[in-house]
């Protein structure tokens, strides 16, 4: 039986990120797959203007309902948190189903390029850390690791021993297993990685293509989490996932408008190479 996954994030109405860029890759793939919205999102922020409803009360009374009922889940990936209260359910929910064998993904959504995104501020930075204190693995890209732990982001990129100090830093903050993408390390494009199973430290490289696409992140959430509960190593895991991505960002790059998402439907067959 295919294992079932609970995903705890933002739904965006008119744009292809956060869980209605994920839901249709682990659907593909197989996986019964479930929510939890953390808020209603018009659009992606980058448009300019945008609304925005807080799903807390939600959370607050869905999480007794789902106890009482006795619901659980193989897994939990969660995305995009907006309030405290939403962070201290949550990361409690993990913690208590972690307990029973959940495997908790965090994915701390704050920024990229050095910056936070649009709408975000440093109260995300702190909700996220605390996200990331119940994580078995967690996947920020460098500007999200370099926010958690308080470091300098560089766009030169990093050694390579000042990027097993940052995975070392954002596992300080709880996580066991750790993957900081969109990196440069040693003057190459890499996703460097720390394996808890394996007290294993090890960096992917890819080539870049020039832009901004939205959703990828959640993307690459999405295909990863999929391979690791099929049983693939994280290592290969993320070299499987990174290339998926790649080949999706190609098949897009020339979309008109980048800020709505890649149109993940008409694409899931290549998951099947």
Known sequence: MKKQILLINDVAGNSKVGMGAMIPVLSYMGFPTFNLPTALVSNTFDYGR??????????????????????????????CMFTDEQVHLVADYCREQRQHGTQVFV????????????????????????????????????????????????????????????????????A????????????????????????DYFRLEYE???GIFHGTGDLFAAILIGRLLNGQSLHESTRYTMDK????????RNMADKNRGILIEQFLTLLDE
Request: aromatic share 8%; glycine share 8%; net charge negative.
């Open 107 to 174: 994915d701390p959504v704050m920024g990229d390029g050095g910056r936070l995104y649009n709408g975000m501020t440093m109260k995300q930075v702190e909700l996220m850390r605390q996200m990331v204190s119940v994580a078995d693995l967690t996947f920020p890209n460098y500007t999200e690791a370099a926010l958690l732990t308080g470091m300098t982001f560089r766009p030169e990129g990093l050694t390579w021993d000042e990027a097993r100090q940052l995975l070392d830093a954002v596992r300080q903050i709880g």
């Open 176 to 199: 066991r297993s750790v993957l900081v993408t969109s990196c440069r390390c040693e003057g190459r494009n890499c996703v460097v990685g720390y394996n808890a199973e394996k007290n």
């Open 50 to 79: 945008f609304a925005l409803q807080d799903t807390t009360d939600f959370i607050r009374q869905t999480l007794p309902v789902w106890k009482q009922l006795g619901f659980s889940h193989d897994a939990i990936c969660t995305g």
């Open 245 to 252: 991505v790649y080949q999706l960002i190609s098949l897009n």
């Open 208 to 210: 870049e293509i020039p």
